[in-house]
Every structure is written in structure tokens, then in C-alpha cells.
């Protein structure tokens, strides 16, 4: 029974998932839209609200689609079979969003300008190299979240104000695989290409960020802890004091303020050999997150428990106006793919990275 309720959540649950993700290309408000202290903008009603949630922004989830090497750093119990990444791999995509419920305005009540709710929500494919080039199981995340905003309303009228906020988010977290969760045979490891992989958590991060005159620099801190919601939200029994029930978070980051730089082109338009000058918005961003697995792993099979897991990422947009840049990605620790959690990896990866309507 358990099985056939995964089955019927998840199987709709990617495509819709994907629908939704790639209509929030035409209508999610921009992500990295400039700031400008200018009188204009600053006597805008909305000034602050807009600035508040631009910031938002600048801390959700990445988007981007990039080429994974992927290399063991312990001992695998059992080689990589056909299927399950045996000969590399060739794309991995993370496809997450947070889709805003509601963002407060000037004139809202004033704890209404502090929230946003959020539906939360996110797909992460990675596809192999192997004959026929099969898709692993989908990350499949999905659930509610909320950010609070802890400093004063009057700061965001401030030219570099330290702004402090807080966000809670309730998750689901599964693979949408109803098979045995690991492979027959003697030795116990997890069933990479059909295991069933399913269990939801909590999250709680304390945010502060500095806003300077070029560069925004954001510290954070955060607690995570895995729960049982029962019935179709069911958390997998094998992954008690095997997967890690409480963790420890940290992230560190630094945006690059978009930085106008002239580009000159050749005018296709005139047979005159003229040139057109154009003033493009560049920018680019430096993230690292850092969890460590704080208790549940009496049952990890392994002796190293790699309670550390490890990201970096840098983003580039040559032109804000366009919704496409580039991505480099490193990792560290158990591999981030839901079941994929026993293989002690450093992911290495480069690919492009996207806003949402950037204009």
C-alpha cells in the first residue's frame, strides 16, 4: 500500500513539478534585477518592499543544468552496475523554485511586510552514461516555507544597511521508487536505480547580510531534523540510524552588485561599417553551504560516518537582461541524491546557470 501511494504521488508529481518550473520563466518576478539608489527609485511607495525582496531572492535555491564528474573518496561496498552511473554521467539538473504566496507592500499591515510565504518546490534529474543513458531517481522535494524579517522596516531605506531575517520551511523529500530500498546479496547497500527512498524535515536558518556600496555579503546558520508525517508522507524505516535524522547548517555568501560595462557590437542593421555601444548589467555570486550530520548513524555501514557535507558554487551572468549564465559546482560528502546517500563522493560539475525574467 505504501508503494502504490508513493507511486500515485510522485509519478504526476514530476511532470507537474516540471510544468510548473518552466512557466515560472514567463511570470516569476526578477531575480537579479538591479538596485539603484537613485532619486527615482528611492521615492518609489514600494522602494523597500522591493528591495527587501530582491534580497530574497539573491539567497533561494539555484537553477542550472550542468556536466557532472562525479568521483568516489571511499571504497564502494559494490562497483556501479549498468544503470546506475557505471560509465559517468551526462547532465545533472536542479530545477527548484520558491514560489512567493504573497509579498507585502507599503501599505500592508507591518508584520505583513516582514513574511513571505512560499509553496516550495524542486526536481533534481541526473542522467547516466551508460547504455541507453537511463535518468537515476528524481529528487522530488516538495513543501511550504516562510521568511521573517527581524530588523527594523526603516533599514531598508538605509544606503547599506545589515539586514537580519530568519526562514522555516517544512519539506517532503522522496524519490517516487517503490522498490526494496537496498540491492539483494550479502553485502548491505543502498538500491540506487529503484530503491524506496522517502522521509520529510524541518528547517529553521538565522540570516544576516551586510548590503555595501558594490557587494552584498550574507552569513548564515540553521538547524534541520527529519520527521514521520505518516500515511502518504511516510518516512522510510531503513533510514533511521542510517541516513542522519538532525544537522547542522552553514552558508556563506558574497553577490557581486550588477556592474554596468559598456559592450560595443557591430550594427547588422546599416551597410555602413558602424558600430553600436551598449551599457550591459553583469554580475556574478559566490555561495558555500555546509551541513553536518549531528546524530542517527549508529547503522551507517560505513566507518568514516562523512557526517560533513560540503557545496561551493560561483555564478556568472554576462548580461542581466538575458535569463542564462555560467556555473561552476564542487562538492563533497555523501552524495546528494536521495538514495545515492551511502556513496562518499566529490562532485565536480560546470554548466549553466538561469534566472527568471532577469529583464
Known amino acids: 500500500?505504501?508503494?502504490?501511494?508513493?507511486?500515485?504521488?510522485?509519478?504526476?508529481?514530476?511532470?507537474?513539478?516540471?510544468?510548473?518550473?518552466?512557466?515560472?520563466?514567463?511570470?516569476?518576478?526578477?531575480?537579479?534585477?538591479?538596485?539603484?539608489?537613485?532619486?527615482?527609485?528611492?521615492?518609489?511607495?514600494?522602494?523597500?518592499?522591493?528591495?527587501?525582496?530582491?534580497?530574497?531572492?539573491?539567497?533561494?535555491?539555484?537553477?542550472?543544468?550542468?556536466?557532472?564528474?562525479?568521483?568516489?573518496?571511499?571504497?564502494?561496498?559494490?562497483?556501479?552496475?549498468?544503470?546506475?552511473?557505471?560509465?559517468?554521467?551526462?547532465?545533472e539538473g536542479n530545477f527548484a523554485y520558491r514560489f512567493a504566496l504573497y509579498q507585502g507592500k507599503y501599505y500592508s499591515y507591518p508584520l505583513l511586510q516582514r513574511l513571505r510565504p512560499t509553496i516550495d518546490v524542486g526536481l533534481m534529474p541526473r542522467l547516466t552514461r551508460d547504455a541507453s543513458s537511463p535518468l537515476l531517481p528524481f529528487?522530488?522535494?516538495?513543501?511550504?516555507?516562510?521568511?521573517?524579517?527581524?530588523?527594523?522596516?526603516?533599514?531598508?531605506?538605509?544606503?547599506?544597511p545589515t539586514l537580519v531575517w530568519t526562514t522555516f520551511q517544512l519539506h517532503h523529500y522522496s524519490n517516487g521508487q517503490a522498490d526494496s530500498f537496498f540491492v539483494e546479496g550479502p553485502v548491505e547497500r543502498n538500491?540506487?536505480?529503484?530503491g524506496d527512498f522517502s522521509t520529510n524535515y524541518w528547517r529553521g536558518a538565522l540570516h544576516v547580510s551586510h548590503v555595501g556600496q558594490k557587494n552584498i555579503v550574507t552569513g548564515s546558520v540553521g538547524y534541520q531534523e527529519d520527521v514521520d508525517l505518516g500515511g502518504p508522507l511516510v518516512r522510510s524505516p531503513e533510514l533511521y540510524h542510517r541516513y542522519g535524522e538532525q544537522r547542522v547548517l552553514a552558508s556563506?555568501?558574497?553577490?557581486?552588485?550588477?556592474?554596468?560595462?559598456?559592450?560595443?557590437?557591430?550594427?547588422?542593421?546599416?551597410?555602413?561599417?558602424?558600430?553600436?555601444k551598449e551599457e550591459v548589467r553583469r554580475q556574478w555570486m559566490f555561495r558555500t553551504e555546509a551541513s553536518y550530520i549531528v546524530s542517527g548513524l549508529s547503522k551507517y555501514s560505513r566507518s568514516n560516518k562523512q557526517r560533513l557535507g560540503w557545496h561551493n558554487y560561483l555564478t556568472y551572468m554576462p548580461s542581466l537582461t538575458n535569463e542564462v549564465g555560467l556555473l561552476l559546482h564542487t562538492y563533497i560528502g555523501r552524495d546528494y541524491l536521495n538514495i545515492r546517500f551511502d556513496d562518499a563522493v566529490f562532485i565536480g560539475e560546470a554548466g549553466l546557470f538561469f534566472t527568471l525574467n532577469g529583464r
Open 1 to 91: 500500500m505504501r508503494s502504490l501511494l508513493k507511486n500515485l504521488k510522485t509519478a504526476p508529481l514530476q511532470a507537474a513539478l516540471l510544468l510548473l518550473l518552466s512557466g515560472s520563466f514567463l511570470m516569476a518576478p526578477a531575480q537579479y534585477a538591479v538596485w539603484s539608489p537613485d532619486s527615482t527609485a528611492l521615492s518609489a511607495p514600494n522602494y523597500r518592499m522591493d528591495r527587501y525582496h530582491r534580497l530574497l531572492r539573491y539567497h533561494d535555491p539555484l537553477l542550472y543544468i550542468a556536466f557532472p564528474l562525479v568521483k568516489p573518496i571511499a571504497d564502494r561496498p559494490l562497483p556501479l552496475q549498468n544503470g546506475e552511473g557505471k560509465n559517468g554521467y551526462w547532465l
Open 139 to 160: 529528487n522530488n522535494q516538495f513543501g511550504v516555507g516562510t521568511d521573517l524579517l527581524l530588523s527594523s522596516l526603516s533599514g531598508l531605506h538605509k544606503e547599506r
Open 191 to 194: 538500491n540506487y536505480r529503484s
Open 252 to 276: 556563506l555568501q558574497f553577490t557581486r552588485k550588477p556592474r554596468l560595462v559598456t559592450a560595443t557590437y557591430a550594427n547588422r542593421a546599416t551597410a555602413e561599417e558602424d558600430v553600436v
